[in-house]
């Protein structure tokens, strides 16, 4: 899986010690979407894949980073300088309620995150 010629690997986000979050760019068929998905090193020191994760067919990619740009709005004040000061659980930004345009397909119930 991880050296599959439909399968390029785009960054590595660590998790927790012995997992992390690994995204692909992933082409079965010659349809293109990412594959986001957490791996763990096993007993005999291998990483492997689990079944927990996120695929997002490229059509939805930029509603997925829209979303993210948005949430980072909230987590982050900006300070004009692009790091801002992060909000405390507490603290809410006050904006509009922004629905979902579509929905993302989830592999497995028990999110990554």
Same mark, same amino acid.
């Given at each position: 899986?991880?050296?599959? !010629?439909?399968? =390029? @690997?785009? &960054? $590595? ?5 012995? +997992? #992390? #979050?690994? *995204?692909?760019?992933?082409? !079965?068929?010659?349809?293109?979407? @990412? ?9 005999? &020191? ?5 079944? =927990? &994760? @996120?695929? *997002?067919?490229? /059509?939805?990619? !930029?509603? @997925?980073?829209?979303? *993210? ?11 004009? $300088?692009?790091?801002? $000061? #992060?909000? &405390?659980?507490?603290?809410? =930004? ?6 979902? +345009?579509? =929905?993302? $397909? *989830? /592999? ?6």
């Amino acid at each position: 899986m991880e050296n599959e !010629p439909s399968k =390029k @690997l785009l &960054g $590595e986000i660590q998790r927790r010690e012995g +997992e #992390v #979050v690994r *995204v692909y760019l992933y082409r !079965p068929d010659g349809q293109a979407s @990412l594959d986001l998905r957490i791996w763990y090193r096993n007993d005999n &020191g291998e990483m492997r894949p689990t079944r =927990k &994760g @996120l695929r *997002v067919y490229a /059509e939805l990619i !930029p509603q @997925l980073k829209a979303a *993210v740009d948005r949430a980072m709005g909230e987590i982050y004040l900006d300070s004009g $300088e692009g790091e801002g $000061e #992060v909000l &405390g659980s507490g603290e809410k =930004k006050n904006d509009k309620n922004l629905e979902p +345009e579509s =929905k993302v $397909e *989830v /592999e497995d119930d028990d999110l990554p995150f």
